[in-house]
């Protein structure tokens, strides 16, 4: 599809905001990408190259970097999103006063995962982001997400993504921006279920990540423990969506929901996982109190595992509608120092089959 060059902004040059900027410079488009580290700017305008988070991944001439956030914000046609959830609200609240935001020029896609605190609990992003923005992006946000792990993308594996918004048009417009030949993009009225799909998958791939190393210790757990988890998973995933606004069950089905859950507990990527995994095997989480000092201390774990900071939200969200999860309920826990792997994921086997 022959596309009209567009400028693009993107807000944070991680592994998955530099993804998105190689697919949208190979396309021809012009990127500009904001990141606040000095070196990552530099190093991205001088060797077209963003060695700490997308290492051996050249970037197209077209794509620039600038520390100045009102700047890669402005003489935007699109700007995206892909700052972390605990700090994206204060990125939104810089971008409030540049003037093409203010007058709602810009079509605003997210590829964060997460939820936000709101003022009576845990709110879904494009909701949080709704309050402070223009009342042009009320209903016209676009959420993207997807089984898409950064280095495949950047490195040109076929990949699915979902590109939700009530704004059906926004949708669309997103659909044909990042369209390309190994990159399929899907439209979705969707936008509660597919948030929902991308922020508690992580939450699910830390109890797969415990599951997994404690079966490589343990003669209880093996391929039909994890198949029995997956599917426990999922249908939490669709509990919370519905609770949430989701009216579209397809959504569940689909690539944003059992697409997404399944690669991100099972890839070799997934920083969830990862993090699961060394909780058994490293005891991960022993130099913090609970739940809450993990969170304020998230940087000290070396990567984000944004599952960790969702459980949270997912336990006031299961009391707030009284929804029984029982893997979510079982992370919680063991992040809150309120059992060990073990004994939490025997008692949460116990509590799906009580609760079929």
């Excluded at 914000?73 to 995206?80: N, P, Q, V, W, Y």
């Excluded at 190994?182 to 936008?191: A, G, I, P, Q, R």
């Excluded at 198949?227 to 689909?254: C, H």
């Excluded at 099972?266 to 990862?274: F, T």
Aim: aromatic content about 8%; overall charge negative.
């Amino acid at each position: 599809m022959e596309q009209t060059i567009k400028r693009i902004g993107i807000i944070n040059a991680g592994a998955w905001g530099t993804a998105i900027a190689k697919i949208l410079g190979d396309l021809g488009h012009s990127v500009e990408i904001w990141e606040y580290m000095e070196d990552v700017v530099d190093e991205i305008n001088t060797n077209h190259t963003n060695s700490r988070y997308l290492l051996g991944v050249k970037l197209a001439d077209s794509i620039t970097a600038t520390s100045d956030l009102q700047q890669a914000a402005s003489d935007k046609d699109f700007i995206i999103l892909a700052t972390p959830s605990l700090y994206i609200l204060d990125i939104v609240k810089q971008l409030v006063p540049v003037r093409d935001v203010m007058e709602g020029k810009p079509v605003i896609g997210i590829l964060t995962k997460g939820f936000i605190e709101g003022p009576n609990g845990p709110v879904l992003i494009t909701r949080a982001m709704e309050d402070y923005l223009p009342g042009f992006y009320k209903d016209g946000l676009v959420y993207i997400s997807g089984p898409s792990h950064a280095e495949e993308v950047a490195r040109g594996k076929l990949t699915g993504l979902i590109s939700a918004s009530k704004n059906g048009m926004n949708s669309i417009r997103f659909r044909n921006l990042l369209s390309g030949s190994n990159l399929m993009v899907y439209s979705s009225l969707d936008v509660a279920g597919v948030q929902t799909c991308g922020a508690v998958k992580n939450v699910i791939a830390i109890a797969y990540g415990m599951l997994d190393a404690l079966s490589e210790v343990s003669d209880n757990f093996g391929d039909n423990t994890e198949s029995l988890l997956l599917a426990a998973g999922l249908n939490e995933i669709q509990q919370l969506g519905r609770a949430l606004g989701s009216e579209y069950p397809e959504t569940f089905t689909s690539i944003a929901g059992v697409g997404d859950l399944d690669v991100t507990c099972r890839s070799k990527y997934g920083r969830n996982r990862k993090f699961g995994r060394e909780i058994v095997n490293d005891r991960k989480i022993a130099p913090f109190k609970d739940a809450a000092d993990l969170v304020n201390n998230i940087d000290k774990i070396g990567y984000l595992p944004e599952g960790a900071i969702a459980a949270t939200y997912v336990k006031e969200i299961m009391e707030q509608y009284k929804l029984k999860l029982p893997v979510a309920e079982m992370v919680y826990k063991i992040l809150n120092k309120e059992g060990e792997p073990l004994e939490a994921i025997n008692d949460m086997v116990t509590k799906l089959y009580l609760h079929q």
